[in-house]
């Protein structure tokens, strides 16, 4: 079965540090990855997405940038954090196939930012 | 850009009550339309999904409903229990394997 990891669980981090978070998912090949944010209470915002290594799109330009180093594992950086970078950080995949299953996407626990 | 309107905002049922929320989409790139749950503290889990080739479908308490010609679906949960207490997402395939989310329902199930 496949299944998703994302760390840390939570961090707080000053304005201006840097970031990255991991993402790596077991038990399947060639996923679409997906990194999402969530404010407290609202809904999923598409940062950036990726359909194989090192091809990454971005939907918002920000001061966030993501890459794929390896078939199974997203990493989501940033040089340095602002305020409102703080929010619920979700990664998740879908199986690069075609059909439905493109759309079926599978997240992973999430990692809780603070911006301080 | 394209939407997903997603109604109410949130939504208080008694247990035992039948719980509707609603979607209305603009443009889809696939017939496909899943229903995600997410618990407090928690990520999105994907709990139901429909192919507009059926007007509707069921799974245990849980009922999607389609109506291709209006653009809209809807969740139905009925018999609703206090575990159902979560936010409900909707979402449509936009082209380039993303989904166009639904902006969530807080629903709280009353005991």
């Known amino acids: 079965s496949q299944t998703i990891h994302q760390w840390p669980a939570t961090l707080v981090q000053p304005v201006g540090s840097p970031l990255s978070l991991e993402c790596t998912v077991e038990?399947?090949?060639?996923?679409?990855l997906y990194w999402y944010r969530q404010a407290a209470g609202r809904g999923l915002q598409l940062l950036f997405y990726?359909?194989?290594?090192?091809?990454i799109s971005s939907e918002v330009p920000q001061n966030l940038s993501a890459s794929r180093p390896q078939d199974r594992q997203f990493i989501l950086s940033s040089k340095k954090l602002l305020l409102s970078d703080s929010g619920f950080y979700l990664c998740?995949?879908?199986?690069?196939?075609?059909?439905?299953?493109?759309?079926?996407?599978?997240f992973g626990p999430g990692t809780r930012l603070t911006v301080t | 850009q394209q939407q997903v309107k997603q109604s109410p905002q949130s939504l208080i049922v008694q247990k035992g009550g039948i719980s509707i929320i609603n979607c209305a989409y603009e443009?889809?790139?696939?017939?496909?339309f899943p229903w995600y749950q997410q618990f407090p503290g928690k990520g999105p889990a994907l709990l139901i999904a429909?192919?507009?080739d059926v007007s509707e479908k069921k799974e245990g308490r849980f009922t999607i409903s389609f109506n291709k010609s209006a653009k809209q679906f809807s969740l139905h949960i009925m018999d609703s229990q206090p575990g159902d207490s979560a936010t409900y997402f909707c979402?449509?395939?936009?082209?380039?394997?993303?989904?166009?989310w639904g902006a969530g329902t807080k629903l709280i199930i009353k005991p």
């Open positions: 998740a995949w879908s199986v690069g196939a075609s059909g439905v299953r493109f759309y079926e996407q599978y």
């Open positions: 979402a449509s395939p936009r082209s380039n394997y993303q989904l166009i």
């Open positions: 038990g399947t090949s060639n996923p679409n």
């Open positions: 443009n889809t790139a696939f017939d496909y």
């Open positions: 990726s359909v194989g290594i090192g091809q």
């Open positions: 429909i192919r507009p």
